[in-house]
T-cell receptor, first 113, second 110 residues
Framework: NAGVTQTPKFQVLKTGQSMTLQCAQD?????MYWYRQDPGMGLRLIYYSASEGTTDKGEVPNGYNVSRLNKREFSLRLESAAPSQTSVYFC????????????FGPGTRLTVT | DQQVKQNSPSLSVQEGRISILNCDYTNSMFDYFLWYKKYPAEGPTFLISISSIKDKNEDGRFTVFLNKSAKHLSLHIVPSQPGDSAVYFC?????????FGAGTTVTVRA
């Protein structure tokens, strides 16, 4: 049982390049989330998927797109990376009815130059 | 507009003493409040939670108190241990979404 896994762990992009961050969970959770963490700002919600087949914007969705490929996988895409997207990205999942207890992946550290 | 605030960015405490972390919120629609712990280069891990209908929840060395009238919650760690040194995030749940505070870095001194 691996929990929540994320790839890659580290990535450096040039401004304007695109990439997809991958996330998978093996806990049969319905809901999945993408956050970014910046110094002094805690974790901010980018997008979430309450259930397979649905996605919704969070607090900071601009510049990102997501795909809920199936119940296990939820990917985050940067179409044209900008230096402001330099951050640590976390994926999380939650069991419905658990009262908010989310399980987080180890994170992806992204640098855009 | 930040709905969950942790006004103390850092806390230093001696081993064996009590650590008290504070958190304030503005949205009265939150129905669960949670604390997460984060070590460097790892994802946050769930620590303890409390429903909005309760005022206290205890789990071993960790106790969370909720004061709904003041829109304030706190986490007490007794006794503090060196392994408690980490960043602690307060979070609040509404409609499937968590809102996080900026975090408090706790350092436990030997």
């Amino acid at each position: 049982n691996a929990g929540v896994t994320q790839t890659p762990k580290f990535q450096v992009l040039k401004t304007g390049q695109s990439m997809t961050l991958q996330c998978a969970q093996d806990m049969n959770h319905n809901s999945m989330y993408w956050y970014r963490q910046d110094p002094g700002m805690g974790l901010r919600l980018i997008y979430y998927s309450a259930s397979e087949g649905t996605t919704d914007k969070g607090e900071v969705p601009n510049g990102y797109n997501v795909s809920r490929l199936n119940k296990r996988e939820f990917s985050l895409r940067l179409e044209s990376a900008a230096p402001s997207q330099t951050s640590v990205y976390f994926c999380a999942s939650i069991r419905t009815g658990s009262g908010g207890e989310q399980y987080f992946g180890p994170g992806t550290r992204l640098t855009v130059t | 507009d930040q709905q969950v605030k942790q006004n103390s960015p850092s806390l230093s405490v001696q081993e064996g003493r009590i650590s008290i972390l504070n958190c304030d919120y503005t949205n009265s629609m939150f129905d669960y409040f949670l604390w997460y712990k984060k070590y460097p280069a790892e994802g946050p891990t769930f620590l303890i939670s409390i429903s909005s209908i309760k005022d206290k929840n205890e789990d071993g060395r960790f106790t969370v108190f909720l004061n709904k009238s003041a829109k304030h919650l706190s986490l007490h760690i007794v006794p503090s241990q060196p392994g408690d040194s980490a960043v602690y995030f307060c979070a609040a749940l509404n409609d499937y979404k968590l809102s996080f505070g900026a975090g408090t870095t706790v350092t436990v001194r030997a």
